[in-house]
């Protein structure tokens, strides 16, 4: 029970002290839901709480936390429900969160941006290449702004588009350029929802970590029947409300622990052109960043070269050579945890001629050397390196990447390096690299554990779990001795 239910209960419950401040017992719920109590109630309730034998102030202070204001956008495409986000905006208008809205062209033909703007008092948004706006709230700063870009409805059209990746208006653009969790809400006529298009579309989407509010079984606005049906918009608010519940604990649940990750492949130079390297992407390494500073993660990325955005994260350096990954590493101790995803190149080749005698690395190697011999200067190995240093963090976690007894493998490096947990994956089919999806093994001294393929984002999700669970047993263990 969070702080604010806590004290809505010695109150007398939800339906007294609505009664007694004159106002909804929906809107108590909701103030328990966010764990807020609203800026012009706070008084009322003080004043209701002077015969408890709490200080209730702390109540209301160690609300702290919360105090930053959830931000949520609401793009409302262009379908027959657009009317009945209407009263989404008027629900959530009720609470602390701060709202933009965002119309698409489509659905400026059922409502206007003037009814939008009159109900949530500011400027509602519709346009791309709008020079005013651009000034003042460009594109990217709306769509890094929010915690949460609520689609509702959701058409079909935008559906595909934002499986397809484009990004044409608005709306789309937006979707793309976000970090944020988006929910969509579909609704449309269920020979639509059933398309195959449709279908796959939806498909993508899960599998990139996109969540969906169902659209409900019924009678559609056409006249035919099946799935399709806009949710209540109460419905809709009260999804969004305990999204925010649940992640506000998780938003919090690894503050002040401070995580180094590194990830992608690193780059040796054979010359001033050539360079040896490997296929990591960096993806998994990345969701990772991103899922721990979610949590509240003091996150350190350190990054080999690689072709993918970078996550929002406190601090990322970027770097090319092993030894500037280790340095890095080093520079960055102490830290809690450590986790090395990256894919370190195990050697330097020094490339020779075929009478082993040195050739200029500071120079491109002309091809008249045909037979070009390579001497193997072992780099060094980041993960055992720290792992058995003064300086190792509280946990270490590695990742092993390998075609044959992948078990045997990881299970021998997780001993012979001394770390804390290993990450193993088959890459037998080179599959891994580059995907968006990751079926790995999690091994410990006493476990193995299976994952069964699922998204690199969703494994981040489980291992920050993980790392929690962790981080509870490390402080057991320090308290029991
Ligand atoms: C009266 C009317 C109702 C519509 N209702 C829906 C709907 O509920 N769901 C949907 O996906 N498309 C619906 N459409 C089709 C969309 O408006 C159309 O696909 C449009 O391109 C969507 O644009 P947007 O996705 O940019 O908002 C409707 C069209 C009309 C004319």
Known sequence: MNNISQLIFLLGGTGAVAEKL?????????????????????????????????????????NKEHDAKIKILLI???????????????????????LD??????????????????????????????????TKMNHIKLARKPDIILVAPTTANVMAKLACGLADDLASTILLASFSKIILAPSMNPVMWNN??????YKKLLD???????????????????????PDPKLIFDYI?????????????????????????????????????????????????????????????????????????????????AKEMLDNVNKQLPADILICSAAVADWKLIPKTSSNKKIDMNKKIKKNNDNLLFETIKNPDILETIANSTLRPKIVI?????????????????????????????????????????????????????????????????LANKINNLLINYNQRDIDA
């Open 76 to 98: 409302i495409c262009g379908g027959i429900a657009s009317y009945k986000s209407l009263e989404i905006i008027r629900l959530i208008r009720k609470t602390d969160i701060e």
């Open 398 to 462: 590695g990742f092993s990447a390998e075609t044959n007894n992948l078990k045997k493998n990881a299970y021998y490096k997780l001993v012979s390096k001394n770390i804390d947990l290993i990450i193993a994956n088959d890459v037998s089919n080179a599959k891994v690299f580059g995907e968006d999806f990751n079926e790995v093994l999690l091994i410990d001294k006493f476990n193995c554990e299976k994952w069964e393929k699922q998204s690199k984002k969703s494994v981040a999700f489980h």
């Open 22 to 62: 004159k106002i909804k017992p929906s809107a108590i719920s909701n103030w328990k839901k966010l764990n807020k109590i609203p800026n012009n109630k706070r008084e009322a309730v003080l004043k209701l709480s002077t015969h408890l034998d709490l200080d209730i102030d702390n109540f209301l202070t160690s």
């Open 196 to 201: 195959s298009a449709t279908r796959e579309n």
């Open 241 to 321: 409300l305990s999204y925010i519940n649940k992640n506000q604990t998780l938003n919090n649940q690894l503050k002040g622990i401070s995580i180094l990750v590194t990830a992608g492949p690193t780059i040796e130079n054979i010359d001033p052109i050539r360079f040896m390297s490997n296929q990591s992407s960096g993806k998994q390494g990345f969701e990772i960043a991103s899922e721990l500073t979610r949590r509240g993660a003091k996150v350190t990325l350190i990054t080999g070269p690689v072709n993918i955005p970078y996550p929002n994260c406190e601090n990322i350096i970027r770097v090319k050579t």
């Open 101 to 134: 809205v965002v119309l698409t062209k489509s659905a400026q033909k059922f409502i206007t941006p003037l009814l939008v703007t009159s109900l949530n008092e500011k400027k509602c948004y519709t346009d791309l290449f709008s020079v005013e706006d651009e």
């Open 208 to 230: 990139r970590g996109i969540e969906f509010i169902e659209p409900d079984k019924g009678e559609m606005a056409c006249g035919e029947e099946g799935i399709g049906r806009f």
